[in-house]
Nanobody
């Protein structure tokens, strides 16, 4: 069993930056693919970024590519999402997720709210 806890959300002006963190419990964090997703009001949850456990390979949605950076520190059981050049359309609840497959996630955090004002 893995528990995930996000933090770092908040209110920021457009063009600003935030760094989200996701801390995982359990000793097998390093063997999980990890990802960030988000859900805006009235919209479906969407993929943001993911990072593999073997090579640390990163993959981003087109909407955040070049602005967001995903990373992980397996020694701290922590994953990060550095968000820069934030736009109002980035406003959403951001969730971290983990799983044994990059396309299927078994564990989810409770989410952290990110609000980008004009």
């Amino acid at each position: 069993q893995v528990q995930l806890v996000e933090s770092g959300g908040g209110l920021v002006q457009a063009g600003g930056s935030l760094r989200l963190s996701c801390v995982a419990s359990g000793r097998t964090f390093q063997y999980y693919h990890m990802g960030w997703f988000r859900q805006a009001p009235g919209k479906e949850r969407e993929f943001v970024a993911r990072i593999g456990w073997i090579m640390g390979d990163e993959f981003y949605s087109d909407s955040v590519k070049g602005r967001f950076t995903i990373s992980r520190d397996n020694t701290q059981n922590t994953m990060y999402l550095q968000m820069s050049s934030l736009k109002p359309e980035d406003t959403a609840v951001y969730y971290c997720a983990g799983g044994q497959s990059p396309m299927s996630y078994d564990y989810w955090g409770q989410g952290t709210q990110v609000t980008v004002s004009i």
